[in-house]
């Protein structure tokens, strides 16, 4: 009988680790207790790795549903090709190339884009989760030398993976209303975004602007802070907003130009 009152004390007395379930609901509905009370308990692998490979799957499944419709595969296609043209015109007129060369090389491009087929979608899918994958594990370290070293926080690297993989939940809600959007507008959009809404060039100041007025992206990133503050043991999160969001104006602008400077690049304004 003692035996089972002091069991019974310890179960009511320690606190339970929630479940990865719980963590997925819980950075929705409420961000701030979800992340406090995981931070009493080590990163675990599986609550950034499994919304981080969800996102993949989603993104590669989604591309390829949205490129079934004719419209929007041309488009796209047709995007590619005048970036593509756009950099060989230059080559051109450098000297990098003659103009029969480049008119050589952009019709062995366009055969092999009508090839296509399965084989495509397969390279396709490996650039995703390479890409996605690289860019996470980046961007993470960025957040963890900041919160650690420049706003003094108390966490591991980890901290930073789950901070930003479980915030990948709400990309991924994120991800599948931008292909509805495609679908109901009938173009490609990455993102439901001012600029995307309105079909807006993104390569000029007005639509990098307008690309950042979204609203699932500023969820995201107002998530993200909140998390970070909390695996980080901060007592006040005002000072990791200021950390997400001046990186996501400042690093976009940083892409944006180099975008305008390096024609090459300039896919990364599309």
């Not at 692998?45 to 996102?55: A, G, H, S, Y």
């Not at 993989?165 to 439901?192: C, E, K, N, Q």
Request: hydrophobic share 50%; charged share 15%.
């Amino acid at each position: 009988m003692e035996t089972t009152e002091i069991s019974s004390l310890g179960q009511t007395g320690s606190e339970q680790e929630l479940s990865h379930s719980d963590k997925m609901i819980g950075i929705i509905t409420a961000p701030s207790e979800t992340f406090e009370k995981m931070a009493k308990f080590p990163p675990k692998t599986m609550d950034w790795f499994l919304p981080v490979l969800i996102l993949c799957i989603v993104i590669a499944i989604t591309q390829i549903l949205v490129m079934t419709n004719p419209d929007i595969a041309y488009q796209a296609k047709q995007k590619q090709m005048e970036a593509i043209q756009k950099n060989f015109d230059e080559a051109v007129a450098k000297g990098q190339m003659t103009q029969e060369q480049a008119n050589e090389q952009m019709d062995q491009i366009e055969e092999r884009m009508a090839a296509g087929g399965a084989i495509t979608y397969v390279f396709q899918t490996i650039g995703i989760f390479l890409f996605v994958f690289i860019f996470f594990f980046i961007l993470c370290g960025i957040y963890f030398l900041l919160s650690k070293f420049a706003l003094k926080g108390d966490g591991v690297y980890a901290s930073a993976l789950v901070a930003n993989g479980l915030t990948s939940y709400i990309g991924i809600i994120h991800v599948i209303l931008a292909s509805v959007f495609a679908f109901a507008f009938g173009r490609l959009m990455r993102d439901i975004s001012l600029a995307s809404l309105l079909d807006m060039d993104k390569s000029s100041i007005v639509g990098w602007l307008s690309a950042k007025v979204d609203p699932l992206s500023i969820w995201a990133y107002v998530v993200l802070s909140i998390g970070l503050a909390k695996m980080f043991k901060s007592q006040t999160i005002t000072k990791y907003y200021v950390l997400v969001f001046g990186l996501w104006i400042v690093g976009g602008l940083v892409i944006w130009f180099i975008g305008k400077s390096v024609p090459f690049l300039s896919f990364l304004n599309m």
